[in-house]
T-cell receptor, first 120, second 112 residues
Framework: GAGVSQSPSNKVTEKGKDVELRCDPI?????LYWYRQSLGQGLEFLIY????????KSGLPSDRFSAERTGGSVSTLTIQRTQQEDSAVYLC??????????????????FGEGSRLTVL | DAKTTQPTSMDCAEGRAANLPCNHS???????VYWYRQIHSQGPQYIIHGLKNNETNEMASLIITEDRKSSTLILPHATLRDTAVYYCIVRVAFPGNTPLVFGKGTRLSVIA
């Protein structure tokens, strides 16, 4: 499809295990974002990639969280030694990117459907 | 932290206009106002954005006060499918495409 694709859609894991969540952005989008949303809570920013620039990791809650973006396209969010409080929906988004907003680049973020992580 | 203040919840009768207010009294001259919504169990969806002029698209209208300290999102004819959490977000114009900072939003319930 033409939208942002995330996998898996659901993941159940045991406390202490590592998990990887994948995001395929829209083709041609240079900016990629990860958010998480705990049950009944708002969206929490995690990390942002823009082209070849160093990622903005300011939202990562601990050093157990990391993310990579290979070849400027697919991104993987890794959570090591998962804890129960990591249970949430992890949302990925992409946008055209670039530093200038114009009529043909409104800065709109396109979100995927999310990966629901449950840590037992 | 979010730079906006919105009511926690609102109700609207189906077919009526839904007017969702947002306060952003500390907005800077180079910051846009964006509106997104999140329908239950889905990712957020872009609605509209503006800098200082009123904007309209196929989904909604955005009215920004002259001093830019507040705005109103208008859904002209609300339907049951418009029931969602609506987020008002302030975001710098340059550099563009920076991450959105979501607040708690307004939960809009459209009632038949």
């Amino acid at each position: 499809g033409a939208g942002v694709s995330q996998s898996p859609s659901n993941k159940v894991t045991e406390k202490g295990k590592d998990v990887e969540l994948r995001c395929d952005p829209i083709s041609g989008h240079t900016a990629l974002y990860w958010y998480r949303q705990s049950l009944g809570q708002g969206l929490e920013f995690l990390i942002y990639f823009q082209g070849n620039s160093a990622p903005d990791k300011s939202g990562l809650p601990s050093d157990r969280f990391s993310a990579e973006r290979t070849g400027g396209s697919v991104s993987t969010l890794t959570i090591q030694r998962t804890q129960q409080e990591d249970s949430a929906v992890y949302l990925c988004a992409s946008s055209l990117g670039g530093v200038y907003l114009r009529q043909d680049n409104t800065g709109e973020l396109f979100f995927g459907e999310g990966s629901r992580l449950t840590v037992l | 932290d979010a730079k906006t203040t919105q009511p926690t919840s609102m109700d609207c009768a189906e077919g009526r206009a839904a007017n969702l207010p947002c306060n952003h009294s500390t907005i800077s001259g180079n910051e846009y106002v964006y509106w997104y919504r999140q329908i239950h169990s889905q990712g957020p969806q872009y609605i509209i954005h503006g800098l200082k002029n009123n904007e309209t698209n196929e989904m909604a209208s955005l009215i920004i006060t002259e001093d830019r300290k507040s705005s109103t999102l208008i859904l002209p004819h609300a339907t049951l499918r418009d029931t969602a959490v609506y987020y008002c977000i302030v975001r710098v114009a340059f550099p563009g495409n920076t991450p959105l900072v979501f607040g708690k939003g307004t939960r809009l319930s459209v009632i038949a």
